[in-house]
Nanobody, 122 residues
Framework: QVQLVESGGGLVQAGGSLRLSCVAS????????MGWFRQAPGKEREFVAG???????CFPESVKGRFTISRDNAKNTVYLQMNSLKPEDTAVYYC????????????????WGQGTQVTVSS
C-alpha cells in the first residue's frame, strides 16, 4: 500500500521554526521527486517546496530563504524546515510525491499524505 505520513505540525509563534517530516513507503519514495504543499481555509493548494531524487530543490518566492527541504533516502523520509514563520504560513501542510521533475502543479503529483496542521500565531 502506498503511504505518505506527515508529522511535526503544531502551534508556533511568529518568527519561530518548525520541522515537518514525511515518511514514505518504498514505491512512493525511490526515484521520485518529493515535495510539500499547503492549503489554508478558503484557498487553493499551494506549492511550498520540492526536492528531486538527485536532491535538486525548488521553492516559490513566498518561502525562499525561509524554508528548506531535504531528504534521507535511506530512511525514506523528506523534511521541511520552516524558519521565520509568519501568520500567513498557517495552513494544512501536505507531503506529496511525483515521478516528474520539481514543479508547482498539484495535478502532477500522484501521491498525497493526510496533512498536518501548522498554526502560526502573531
Amino acid at each position: 500500500q502506498v503511504q505518505l505520513v506527515e508529522s511535526g505540525g503544531g502551534l508556533v509563534q511568529a518568527g519561530g521554526s518548525l520541522r515537518l517530516s514525511c515518511v514514505a513507503s518504498g514505491r512512493t519514495f525511490s526515484g521520485n521527486t518529493m515535495g510539500w504543499f499547503r492549503q489554508a481555509p478558503g484557498k487553493e493548494r499551494e506549492f511550498v517546496a520540492g526536492i528531486t531524487w538527485s536532491t535538486s530543490t525548488c521553492f516559490p518566492e513566498s518561502v525562499k530563504g525561509r524554508f528548506t527541504i531535504s531528504r534521507d533516502n535511506a530512511k525514506n523520509t523528506v523534511y521541511l524546515q520552516m524558519n521565520s514563520l509568519k501568520p500567513e504560513d498557517t495552513a494544512v501542510y501536505y507531503c506529496a510525491a511525483t515521478p516528474y521533475n520539481c514543479n508547482g502543479y498539484a495535478k502532477n503529483w500522484n501521491y498525497w499524505g493526510q496533512g498536518t496542521q501548522v498554526t502560526v500565531s502573531s
